[in-house]
Every structure is written in C-alpha cells, then in structure tokens.
C-alpha cells in the first residue's frame, strides 16, 4: 500500500499518540505513568527503526492504550469482552475488554487491536506491533528489577526484535514456574512460534 492510499489514522489513535487517552479510560495515576513510559520507549524503537511517522504515531498509541482499562473490576468487564476471553484471570481481562471498546469507537487496526487483546499473555498470531508491545510492557525503564539486564534487553530491541521477546518471555515463564502456575497456552503457542523461528505476519496479513 503506497504512503497517498494509506487510511487516516482512527481519531482516538491519533489523540492516543499525543498521550490524550479516552475520557473512559479507568487507570489510576501510577498506571497512567506507566503507560506514557511504554508508549515512550515505543516510540524511540519506531523511530530508531526508520519508521514513517504514522507507524511511529501507531506505536506510540499502543503503548498509551494497551492499559487504559487496567483499574476496572475485573469482574465489571468479564461479560464485556468476547467469549473467546472470558475464561481469563482477572489480570488479563484489561486487554480484550480495551480492545473491544476500542472497536465499540470505530477503530479498525487490527494489528493494534490485537496487540492491546493479548499484550498480557502474548501470541502466536502477533506482528512486529504486538511483539513490540509484550517487550516493552515488561522492559519499560520504571520497573525496578534486574535493571541492567532489562536496560541491554531495551537496547538491543530494534535490531533482535525476535531474539529480545525470547528472552522476556523466558523470563516470565521462570517467574510462573517458580511460583508453581500454569502456563497459558496462548503463551506457550507464542513461545512456540519464536522458538520455531518462523517469520512473523506483517500487518496485511492479520
């Protein structure tokens, strides 16, 4: 698709990547700074990427949005979001129920869309936008954990997209074995797809 027939971005999308989030938005401040953190770390790797300044808006968004239901009561979205994800932990409720807000105000990025779904657990079916969210939700500079290893995580990102998101997901797999949980299938379906080293939907084929 050339750059002249490339649609607009959704209006909530573009006030998204000014950090203007949606007056439904239920994320209490702390939240809000994590937020504004991944959505800046986003947008440095687009931009260190090369991308054109609508991919670079698009990326920067994702990270304003990805949480932007994350304070609701679980409980409160449960039966909002699609069948599909109703069996989810209470902790993972916030991306679908995002999402489907999100299309309820007209968006129709897919790729964003499922990014925010399944930022949480991951997904076999993620482009380079949902793999970008999953690294950054984790790898943002606020957390303060293995910082060093989490900062040369962030740094080589852009050019070992697929190598760094290994290594994030490695990680969370050894925090959930180690507190005795299960592993979701859609994570280890992700896991799965990387390990296999199979190349990665672009955003036309989703």
Do not use: C
């Amino acid at each position: 698709m050339s750059a002249s027939s490339t649609p607009p971005l959704h209006p909530l999308i573009e006030a998204a990547a000014e950090g203007q989030l949606p007056d439904w938005t239920e994320a209490r401040n702390g939240r809000r700074k994590h937020m504004a953190r991944v959505a800046q770390l986003l947008r440095s790797w687009a931009e260190e990427r090369g991308d054109l300044a609508r991919e670079i808006g698009r990326w920067t968004a994702v990270g304003y949005l990805h949480d932007i239901l994350r304070d609701a009561d679980p409980e409160e979205i449960r039966p909002l979001v699609e069948p599909a994800f109703r069996d989810y932990p209470g902790g993972a409720l916030h991306g679908p129920a995002a999402a489907q807000r999100l299309r309820e105000e007209g968006v129709e990025d897919e790729e964003l869309l499922k990014a925010i779904t399944l930022h949480t657990l991951g997904s076999a079916e993620f482009g380079d936008l949902g793999m970008a969210l999953f690294a950054a939700d984790f790898l943002e500079p606020g957390r303060k954990f293995r910082e060093k290893w989490r900062g040369d995580l962030r740094r080589r990102f852009p050019g070992d997209l697929q190598g760094v998101v290994r290594d994030v997901l490695a990680a969370r797999f050894r925090n959930q074995l180690d507190r005795g949980r299960p592993l979701r299938e859609e994570s280890v379906a992700f896991w799965n797809r990387i390990t296999e080293g199979k190349g990665w939907a672009s955003a036309s084929e989703l």
